[in-house]
């Protein structure tokens, strides 16, 4: 009896990749050997190397150099697990014709309108159809897919691993840096939302005092989203590198999401944790992640998430009762062993009975 081989494949979100990680560490303790397919410099970004897991260097694209790296680095493989929709439909191009059992995490769902949308679409029902089984992280993601075509779709435990920004911040210090010392702290991540985030922090300037708003974002800030803070003169700071999340958090009065997405649900969790009001938009499975523990507004409606943060600072037992029940619903989340054990079991069902895996 052989041990199970599997091969997880990322694009290098900021809540896939956590996932990946602790996923990587727990099949690694049980027996299963693991190697990780993400872009360079992913792997130190989010820990995978402490894990134990072979790394392999896959660039974000679909180009034939880098569908044939990634096919490479699946020969062998029992099982590809891929997370997100473009690992998803990369993957499905590498293993194409091995019989190779493809399972797909889908963790958030991008938002787009016109030819961007139409063709989002499509990618979504080649990744679904291709994969033996879709994991969905919320139901609206396993309708999603089932809509797109996917032979089995299921809901996943949607587990929380331990926190990844650490716990000890001096937030008196942090508000010092920023220039935050008498004023609101609000604290968001880089989302499609932005130009609806700076609305927002446009109708803030009326406020006395104003309040100031850091977003932290792990890629490169566009010249654009630079100019329109400097030419409009905003209270915003932009914050590169996600190791800045829990220092900021803890210095925060508000968390503000404006939109949907990867990196949104994991400043959700995060917030919720720490005990940091969150102001979210609603929609594609964070009310099912954060129950009642968050102030929701539409997506991409500047004066409600603006008005809804002015509420939220304005209300100081509101604050406290989003506390409270963040709290609680953190503390109900899933646990990693709960997903590393879901996990194992679809991975049983579709393996090869040559592979074994200690549960």
Known sequence: ??????????????????????????LIARGVQVTVCAPAGAGRAHGLPATGARFVAVPRRSDPAAVAALRTACTGADIVH???????????????????????????????????????????????????????????????????????????????????FGDTADADKTRAELGAVGRPFLVSVIQDGDGTLLDAARAWQALDPVPLL??????????????????????????????DIGALLAAADVAVLPDRGDAGALLAREALRRGVPLVAARGH????????????????????????????????????????????????WPTEDDTIAHVLSVYDELAQPSATVRA
Not at 1 to 23: D, E, I, K, Y
Not at 88 to 96: E, L, M
Not at 219 to 239: C, H, K, M, Q
């Open 285 to 332: 499975g964070l009310p099912e992640l954060v129950g009642d523990a968050a102030a929701f507004v539409p997506p991409g409606d500047a004066p409600a998430l603006a008005a809804g943060v002015v509420r939220l600072l304005g209300d100081a037992e509101r604050r406290q009762r989003l506390v409270d029940a963040g709290r609680a619903q953190a503390a109900g």
């Open 214 to 243: 850091v977003v932290v974002g792990e890629d490169t800030w566009s010249g654009a989203l630079r100019r329109r803070i400097a030419d409009e003169g905003l209270p915003v700071v932009l914050a590169d590198g996600r190791e």
């Open 82 to 164: 891929a997370h997100g929709l473009h690992a998803a439909v990369r993957a499905a191009i590498a293993v194409s014709g091995r019989g190779t059992p493809l399972v797909m995490t889908w963790h958030s769902r991008v938002h787009a309108e016109g030819t961007h949308g139409r063709l989002l679409r499509l990618l979504e029902r080649r990744a679904a159809r291709a994969a033996a089984v879709v994991l969905g992280t919320s139901w609206e993601l396993v309708d999603r897919a089932r809509r797109r075509g996917a032979r089995d779709a299921r809901l996943a435990p949607a587990a929380v691993p331990a926190s990844p």
């Open 1 to 26: 009896m052989s041990q199970l081989r599997t091969v997880q494949v990322l694009g290098g979100g900021a809540g896939s990749s956590a996932h990946v990680s602790s996923l990587a560490a727990g």
